[in-house]
């Protein structure tokens, strides 16, 4: 199992060097970090900490897979002079740097605890909410801020995250992706059977990609919605290449696919929604044997 430090260094570390400013974190607690001079350069650290709010536990079989929420707490020192407008910028760019800097690192990586066991671990995060604006004894006129992340891991597994797809060369992100293999059967019922039970055999199979995305002005989301609305033909044939899994295990394959049953929903504010089947195209209909 992953310690809160391992987090910290696999996933928190890299995010606030990525930000440029100085950072000074302790898990759950520890000395504040002072201000250090090196000649006439100061340097103010921003003292930071990485703490567990929550967590939760599951079994599959032996395997633990484990949920846990954190919370990153920040002090920040208000500069002596504001702007014209009353704004600081230090505050103002404190907010914009860690937010892009959360964007700018995968939402989710490869960790290895103590026991040389592999995880897996997918992430999410709240932006950065604004706290007090207070008088410290260390800063003087600070202003705090805190903001959540969370983490979710398995020992050894594939993650949705691990699955890409792209429709004739552009990926596609997906919110919500199914992988079916839909068999057509033909039931072959016992002689001697007395309630109905029976073998059945596969005539044939065959495979679907079930796919919920945003409806993003994008030329595969103009194509979704061009076959949606009966703009495009029916039997157009697309390349899809998928790839599923990590490492040695990953397998892609392609096939020459078209769009089965697909809708876009939404309603208020809410962005529009696809709902999306692609299924094997065959370049002639053929009947009988």
Do not use: W
Request: charged share 20%.
């Amino acid at each position: 199992m992953l310690t809160l430090e391992e987090l910290k260094e696999a996933y928190i570390n890299p995010i606030l060097t990525n930000t440029g400013l100085p950072f000074a974190v302790f898990t759950d607690t520890g000395d504040f970090q002072k201000a250090v001079r090196q000649g006439n350069e100061v340097t103010e650290y921003i003292n930071g900490l990485f703490t567990v709010s929550g967590s939760s536990t599951e079994y599959a079989g032996e395997q633990k897979i484990v949920s846990i929420s954190t919370e990153l707490k920040f002090i920040v020192r208000i500069d002596d002079d504001h702007q014209p407008d009353g704004n600081f910028d230090n505050i103002i760019n404190f907010r914009e740097l860690l937010s892009t800097a959360f964007q700018s690192v995968e939402p989710q990586f490869t960790a290895t605890d103590k026991n040389d066991k592999i995880y897996r671990v997918v992430v999410a995060y709240t932006l950065p909410a604004t706290g007090p604006r207070e008088q410290n004894s260390m800063l003087g006129d600070s202003l705090t801020y805190s903001c959540s992340v969370y983490f979710a891991y398995l020992e050894n597994s594939i993650n949705a995250m691990d699955v890409k797809l792209t429709i004739d060369g552009e990926k596609v992100y997906f919110l919500a992706i199914g992988l079916t293999r839909r068999p057509s059967l033909v039931a072959n019922l016992f002689t001697d059977n007395m309630n109905g039970e029976s073998a059945v055999y596969a005539e044939s199979a065959g495979f679907v990609v079930d796919l919920t995305l945003p409806a993003f002005i994008t030329v595969m989301g103009g194509t979704i919605a061009d076959y949606i609305l009966g703009i495009e033909e029916v039997n157009t044939p697309h390349t899809v290449v998928l790839d599923y899994g990590v490492g040695d295990d990953k397998k892609t394959v392609t096939k020459t696919m078209i769009f089965g049953e697909s809708s876009a929903a939404g309603q208020g504010i809410e962005n529009i929604r696809y709902t999306v089947s692609l299924v094997p195209y065959a370049t002639e209909y053929v009947t009988g044997g």
